[in-house]
Structure formats: C-alpha cells, structure tokens
C-alpha cells in the first residue's frame, strides 16, 4: 500500500478488491481521505482518519496505522504500537501486515526478537504471493534462522520472489545458481539472474554481472560491458560493496584503452531502470 517494493500475485490483487468492496461506503471514503492526507505528505491528517477505522476492525487501516508508527508519520515512532496494529491486521489475513510484523520479530522492535515468529508471518504472507516476503522467509532459510539451514527451501521463495521481479531476489537467486546452493551449479543461469536484477538497479546484480562479463564466466568474455555494469554498480552503492568493485573496476581498467572506457562511462551515464512489460 505504501511500498513500492511490494509486489503480489493477481489472485492477491484480486482478493483485496473483493475485500474492499465489502467496506462501508462511508469507511472507504473515510479511508481514501486517508490515502489522499498520506499522498499530500498530511501525516496527522492520515492517522486522523485511519485511527477510527482501525478501531472498527478494518484491516488495511489496520496495517496502514501500523506503518505510520513504525515510521513516527504524524505520531511519535512506536514500534510496540505498530506490532499491535500490524498483528491485529495480519491476524485477519492481510499479507502486507504479516510481513511487516514478521520484519519486527526478525528485527526484535516492539516485540521480542525470534526469527521462528517471524519466519511464521513471513510464511504466511509469502503463501499469498507477496515478494517482498518471500525474499524475507527466503533470507531466513539461507541463513539457518528461525529453522535449519535449508539452501533448497532458500531456492525456492528466492525463485517465487524473483519471477515476480524482486530485484534483491533476482540478485540471491543467481548467487544461489553460482555457487550451487539448493540448485545445480551453473554461471550461465547466474549471468541470467544477475541480469534481471541489474536492469532493475540491483547495485550488487549489477556489480556481479560486471565481474561474470569481466571473466567471461557463464557469458562472454567483454570488458566493455563489464566496466559499464561496474560503473553502474558504483553509482548505486555503497560501503564495502562501493569499495570492492571501484577496485575491480580499476584493475579491469587496465587491459582497456581510453576509448574503451569512456564509452562504457557514457553508456552509464545515460542509462536509466527497465522496468519489465
């Protein structure tokens, strides 16, 4: 609702719509007032208009009041607040509300810290399509948080986030396909993946797209476009990952010419996201 990096599948879409649709009249007016308080940068106004609503039990209110704790819009930051509204809303089956309150329990904010609680609302807003926390519940069984290390179970929510074009899951999935975790091993998928993930502005897809083309690993072997992914990376980064691929770009520098290198910069320079049709 608030988030453009929630992405969910059309039957979710549609399920909300039908939810909708069984609102009041006057509770879904009173709702968009909300939205269009929120759009106008109208904080106090939104919770204002959410905050009776959410009373009544209206989930989407529910999960929006939430959000407005958690990020101390037009009230003062609450995580425990927001774990309460969040909860209260996932617990009527709204995916967005389960993500975010499994986010708190991974996080320890508002609620006490457990990767088990959260990989559980994680698992249930996945199940219902959401991106976003099928990258999450994916992270958790990469990592061995919350239930055994799992690289299969890791595979397959990176997968279903991916195929939905969650950039982050475009990036770890084809870090999963070069190392063979849970798939078998192959550069050429990882070259895929990391593609997808770096036409959408993923720093690190694009940075390890560049060092796959740089090596000609899983794809031709082009310097060019390696420095060009590289120098993307560059701009859309930061800390170590900025650090390391500014180096790696230096050394692939070297067996460039000049022109080389200042037609990649140029080709960076004016290059924008591809959002997929």
Do not use: C
């Not at 709702?31 to 009776?52: C, E, F, I, L, N």
């Not at 190392?179 to 070259?191: E, V």
């Amino acid at each position: 609702m608030l988030s453009g990096k929630y992405r969910m599948k059309p039957l979710v879409l549609i399920s909300i719509f039908v939810w909708a649709a069984l609102l009041t009249p006057v509770a879904a007016q009173d709702y968009d007032s909300g939205m269009r308080a929120y759009r106008a940068k109208d904080y106090a106004g939104a919770v204002h208009q959410w905050t009776p609503l959410a009373e009544q039990g209206i989930a989407r209110a529910q999960n929006s009041l939430g959000f407005m704790y958690a990020a101390g819009r037009g009230v003062k930051r609450d995580f425990k607040t927001a774990a309460i509204w969040y909860r209260k809303a996932a617990e009527q089956g709204d995916a967005r509300a389960q993500s975010r309150l499994g986010e708190l329990f991974e996080a320890g904010r508002g609620v006490a810290k457990s990767y088990p609680d959260a990989q559980i609302w994680y698992r249930k807003a996945a199940e219902q399509g959401l991106a976003r926390a099928q990258y999450t519940l994916a992270r958790l069984h990469w990592f061995g948080r919350g239930s055994k290390k799992s690289y299969p179970e890791a595979a397959k929510w990176y997968r279903k986030a991916a195929e939905q074009n969650y950039a982050k899951a475009q990036s770890s999935l084809g870090y999963m396909y070069f190392n063979g975790q849970g798939l078998k091993k192959s550069s050429a998928d990882a070259a895929i993946w990391y593609r997808k993930g770096a036409n959408l502005g993923n720093p690190v897809a694009q940075s390890r797209l560049g060092t796959l083309m740089a090596a000609g690993n899983g794809v031709a072997k082009d310097p060019v476009e390696a420095y060009f992914w590289m120098t993307l990376a560059i701009k859309r980064s930061s800390g170590n990952l900025k650090k390391n691929i500014t180096t790696e770009r230096a050394r692939l520098a070297k067996t460039m010419t000049p022109a080389q290198t200042l037609s990649a910069g140029r080709r960076a320079a004016g290059w924008s996201v591809k959002t997929p049709k």
